[in-house]
């Protein structure tokens, strides 16, 4: 990958999507969200990683998924209160619960490991949009960096404050009412992060992909499964396309003309590619 290139020159080069693989590649013994994670992410052949950043008392930045403390370090207290020193002794657990010897790892380490190999999709950019800025430009990984936060008006005007050169992907729900205003208020936004219940929704249609393209920004889906009880990408899915069939779930997506998946099988969805590119 050529930072030096725009990412829309990038994704024109590629030909195919680019691969998001959400919190690295994990299971089995590796927790998500780790430096083994996203080496294995590496490997696999990621053209981006996703990362969840959130932050210790005592103002250190860690990537982990706020919230879930309770599963990954079987804690009830919140990275959030907790000083670094604390967040540096505890052990993650695998998937069976079971300590392992993996660590939280530092914003810095995980920033320093990816450098200009692959595209960062900074998530939970909005804790902190002053503090991890700072963090993203003394690692030297600006161009690499896409980040996103809500569409609230503090986290953008924050953006605008902090981040104004960086990649940014607003979520837009069924309907894009948002990447237009966003481009015109001085905000460098690369596409849209499109999140459908329906394959009716408008932010899926043909037409808006389309002129999306048009625009030169880019569409970014999600076959990743977080909550099934929240539907963002209307079935199409790593589920059905691992028990089903690969063209129910990944082909439906990139007959659409996607130019992000953002999945938990990185491997598998590369040779689903890769073979119906071979047909």
């Given amino acids: 990958m050529d930072f030096n290139k725009s990412i829309l020159e990038n994704r024109k080069e590629k030909g195919s999507p ?3 693989a959400h919190r690295g590649v994990c ?3 590796v927790p998500c969200n780790t430096i083994a994670a996203y080496k294995i992410a590496l490997t696999q052949g990621a053209d981006v990683v996703e990362i969840d950043v959130t932050k210790s008392k005592d103002g250190q930045f860690y990537v982990f998924h706020p919230g879930m403390e309770h599963v990954f370090l079987r804690s009830d207290r919140p990275i959030s ?3 670094s020193s604390e967040v ?5 657990v695998n998937q069976d619960s079971v300590r392992t010897s993996y660590k939280v790892p530092k914003l810095a380490e995980v920033l320093a490991l990816l450098k200009d ?3 960062i999709n900074v998530d939970k950019f909005w804790i902190d949009v002053e503090g991890i800025s700072n963090e993203i430009r003394k690692a030297g990984v600006e161009k690499q960096v896409i980040v996103k936060t809500h569409v609230d008006e503090k986290s953008l005007e924050n953006v605008k404050k902090y981040a104004p050169d960086f990649m940014f992907v607003p979520l837009v729900w069924g309907k894009d009412n948002i990447t237009d205003k966003l481009k015109e208020d001085g905000i460098n936004v690369i596409g849209a992060e499109v999140l459908f219940g329906k394959e ?3 932010c899926i249609s043909d037409e808006y992909i389309k002129s999306m393209h048009e625009k030169g920004r880019l569409i970014w889906v999600n076959s990743i499964i977080y909550n099934e009880a929240d539907v963002i990408s209307a079935h199409r899915t790593d589920d059905i396309s691992l028990y089903d069939h690969p063209d129910k779930g990944w082909g439906w997506l990139l ?3 996607v130019d992000f998946i953002q999945t938990d099988w990185l491997l598998m969805l590369k040779n689903y590619i890769a073979e119906r590119e071979n047909k």
Avoid: C, H, P, S
């Fill in 18 to 20: 680019f691969l998001v």
């Fill in 27 to 29: 299971g089995a013994n």
């Fill in 81 to 83: 209160e907790m000083d």
């Fill in 88 to 92: 540096d002794a505890m052990f993650l």
């Fill in 117 to 119: 190999k692959v595209y």
């Fill in 200 to 202: 009716e929704d408008d």
């Fill in 255 to 257: 007959d659409k003309n």
